[in-house]
Nanobody, 123 residues
Framework: QVQLVESGGGFVQAGGSLRLSCAAS????????MGWFRQAPGKERQFVAA????????VYADSVKGRFTISRDNAENTVYLQMNSLKPEDTAVYYC????????????????WGQGTQVTVSS
């Protein structure tokens, strides 16, 4: 069993930045690919970014490519999402995920979810 706890969400003006953190605990945490998804009100949950177990491979949704950066610190069992140049359409609940990630394809198979953290971007 893996537990995921997100933090770092909040309110920011368009063009600003936020960094989300996800603290992971449980067995074999560092062996999982980690990722971020988001869900806006009335919309389906969508993939944002993922990183493989070693941190050597990352993939992004086209909507965030060049603005968001995912990273991980396996010594601290933490994954980060640095979000720059935020737009109002980035407003959503952001969820941390652990599972598997198929190489260069921008998606992820999720085995564990966090509880989510709200990000609100004002125009």
């Amino acid at each position: 069993q893996v537990q995921l706890v997100e933090s770092g969400g909040g309110f920011v003006q368009a063009g600003g930045s936020l960094r989300l953190s996800c603290a992971a605990s449980g067995r074999f945490v560092s062996s999982y690919a980690m990722g971020w998804f988001r869900q806006a009100p009335g919309k389906e949950r969508q993939f944002v970014a993922a990183i493989n177990w070693s941190g050597s491979n990352t993939v992004y949704a086209d909507s965030v490519k060049g603005r968001f950066t995912i990273s991980r610190d396996n010594a601290e069992n933490t994954v980060y999402l640095q979000m720059n140049s935020l737009k109002p359409e980035d407003t959503a609940v952001y969820y941390c995920a652990a599972g598997s990630q198929p190489g260069s394809i921008p998606t992820m198979s999720v085995r564990y979810w966090g509880q989510g953290t709200q990000v609100t971007v004002s125009s």
